[in-house]
């Protein structure tokens, strides 16, 4: 009897949990935060997420406060997460996924299993710290409250004790009793510590597994989860794909900083046939916060080039991914600003030459394009515009065309200098640059954006594409984008040099 009364608050502080995690998810308290992250720029897939972890965070929390057992908490809110968010997304990715031309993705397993625990962890992380919180919580709040009701109850059995005397040595008796089953309910020391050190080093697990789960919430939860299709002469894994190498350059813009950049080069760039062969070259920018490795890793570039280029819809080519990363501070916008970073001079005047220098490319502006997404779809149209010489092409997906942000200290003149929109109408050496504008329905303000932007390339009959998806600002419209970017562009075989 006195070992089911050990478990029993543990139990009941589970059961609550439990019920009390399911109650905020069937009357969709979820909803109310994922409306609040869209707002501010987030996609429905990390949206999604941050709500079921924050649900689980608050269930452990209320149930703790009553019964102050953080393990029956933390397991509740645990499986509240596991039921209502973990097993229908892996259940969903266990279905067949197919990338933007249709193509069958094999499903990776060893990424699918490391996923399911990085978010495990991240529920039972924020379940601990839920139930941490109600812990305090219920201390100032309720423990006061026990402390009065548990003074007035003795001062009523001091009362009784002078009207009988029987009564009070009953009461003696469960207060003995009590203490006898308080003395039953404590653990042998050494149990206790080692019942210590198992909670301290399963916490340190599980805050070694949530550190891995920053691509989750930087892409979305989906992405890495599956393998390349096998498509072309040997599938995947063969020697038809092409090479992804990391790249530096010294760069004059940049204070002589030295600059890392991705490069890949195309399934023939080092067969035979194709050292005599020279390429068209693709500058990729990153969004902020982003980092180079950002269309290879999310924007699935390299899997889509090898893909059409095995499948024979498209021709060789080479991508470039440089790091767009200023100071620390307001993010690069990839130009030439009043924090003097000159992230614009480093792809013109250190970049682009290098990479023509080194590796085999067709060096004229038919042949070279620059592309990127959000601050690098601006930073791109930006970059074209003004050197409509060098790049003949300009891809910008979910970009502005507007200079905006704090890097540029409020300098009109130099704010003006740096927007597409302004600049266009007066430069007429930049009408023959051939756009590809990518937008999603639900990404505000970026579509209407987009709509102005178009208009404004029909008014000085710019060539020009429109490629609208149902969507957010997130990386699943933006694979799909650079997917169809690829196929848009159209150049030819490479040719000798």
Partial sequence: MRKLLLIVPQTLTFLLALLLGSLLVTYHFQDRIITALLTVGLDPQRSLLTAMLALTALSGLLATILFRRKGGAILGSGLV????YLIPFLQEQLQPQRDPGGHLLPLDQQAFIQTALIMSALALLSAFIGSAVGQVVGEVLLDPCYTLAKRVYNFGIEQAQKRDIQWARNWEERRHKQI??????????????????????????????????????????????????QTGKGGEGSAVAGTVLQDSVISKSLQGQRRTFMIYLPPSYYTK????????????????????????????????????????????????FPDGNGRPGPPSEWANTAHNQNMEDFIVKDLVPYVDSKYRTEADSEHRAIGGLSMGGYGATNIGVHHPELFGTVITLGGYYKAEG???????????????QLILPNKKEAWNIRFYVGAATKDQPYYTYAQQFVQLLKKYHI??????????????????????????LHWQDPEKG
Avoid: C
């Fill in 81 to 84: 997460f596991a039921q209502s």
């Fill in 180 to 229: 006898e089953l308080r003395a039953a309910q404590q653990t042998h020391p050494a149990l206790s510590l080692l019942g210590k050190w198992t909670a301290v080093l399963f916490l340190v697990l599980l805050i070694y597994l949530s550190s891995q789960s920053v691509s989750l919430f930087l892409f979305a939860p989906d992405v890495g989860l599956h393998k390349p299709p």
């Fill in 273 to 320: 046939e194709g050292a005599q062969l020279s390429y068209p070259v693709l500058y990729l920018l990153h969004g902020a916060p982003g980092r180079q490795i950002d269309w290879i890793q999310a924007g699935s570039a390299v899997e889509s080039a090898n893909t059409l280029i095995n499948l024979g819809q498209i021709h060789n080519l080479i991508m470039v």
């Fill in 406 to 420: 704090d890097i540029w200290n409020k300098d009109q003149k130099l704010m003006q200098a740096n927007s597409p």
């Fill in 463 to 488: 060539t020009y594409t429109l490629d609208v998806q149902k969507g957010y600002h997130s990386w699943s419209v933006w694979r799909t984008q650079l997917y169809n970017a690829l196929l848009w």
